[in-house]
């Protein structure tokens, strides 16, 4: 069974930065792609950023784009996502991602509360 853990979230100024990190226990087989994707208050699920397992592609939703940045530790099997420029629309639970190709995700974590104050 995999487990994702994240952590790194919290309450920060707009403006601001902050790192969260995501890792997986257990076996995951093969070549996976971590990700990244957020719910705010009242809204559904959104897509944040993706890295995909051959050659560390990745995939940016258009908000976060230019402010976000994606990177992973296989070794660690850790994801990480950057993010700077913050916004008070950027407030939402983060979740990590983990699957065997962009798009389609196997597992989740439970998620990382980021709230942006204006």
């Known amino acids: 069974q995999v487990q994702l853990v994240e952590s790194g979230g919290g309450l920060v100024p707009a403006g601001g930065s902050l790192r969260l990190s995501c890792t997986a226990s257990g076996y995951i087989s093969g070549i996976y792609t971590m990700a990244w994707f957020r719910r705010a208050p009242g809204s559904e699920r959104e897509f944040v950023s993706a890295m995909s397992g051959t050659a560390n592609k990745t995939y940016y939703a258009d908000s976060v784009k230019g402010r976000f940045t994606i990177t992973r530790d296989n070794a660690r099997k850790t994801v990480y996502l950057q993010m700077s420029g913050l916004k008070p629309e950027d407030t939402a639970v983060y979740y990590c991602?983990?699957?065997?190709?962009?798009?389609?995700?196997?597992?989740w974590g439970q998620g990382t509360q980021v709230t942006v104050s204006s």
């Open positions: 991602a983990v699957g065997g190709s962009p798009g389609y995700y196997d597992y």
